[in-house]
């Protein structure tokens, strides 16, 4: 049995927030750097917010796509990356997906989708606890054949 396509978010009002503060970031910081050296005004608040936008971009766009059947893909603000839903160890209730590279220890990787940020102060938890719950129920499911039974 096959499962529909399903992506992970976090709430929009979130992502919104992250996404409008990142260019006022990008500002500050290019202020920050024509405090700090002497550099032509129009490059440096290009190149910084340009970044920023980019960065808004993606923090909108944040997600875990869950739609192949052999891997997950993350999608955070900075990074993005496949993990082999057989090769996922844990997702812990802090938002971190615990996988495993070979024999290695695992590695942890944070993911936004199931992670409330600093500044939300609590809000839409049950958002974020069904997304982890989604995510592990989907992991439980990587060793099952077409006909519900365990892979040997």
Sequence with gaps: MRHAPRILRAPAGHRVI??????????LIARLILE???LPELP???????????LGV??????????????????NTLVSQSISRSSVHRVTDNGRIEWRRGGDRPTRSLSETLRPPWW?????????????EELRSWVRTAGRRPDGQPAA
Excluded: E, K, M, Q
């Design 18 to 27: 992250a996404a409008l503060a990142s260019p006022l970031v990008g500002y």
């Design 36 to 38: 700090l050296v002497t």
């Design 44 to 54: 440096v608040y290009g190149a910084c917010l340009t970044v920023a936008a980019v």
């Design 58 to 75: 993606r923090a909108w766009a944040a997600r875990i796509d869950l739609s192949r059947n052999d891997a997950l893909r993350v999608y």
């Design 120 to 132: 939300a102060f609590g809000t839409a938890a049950t958002t974020y606890a069904r997304n982890r």
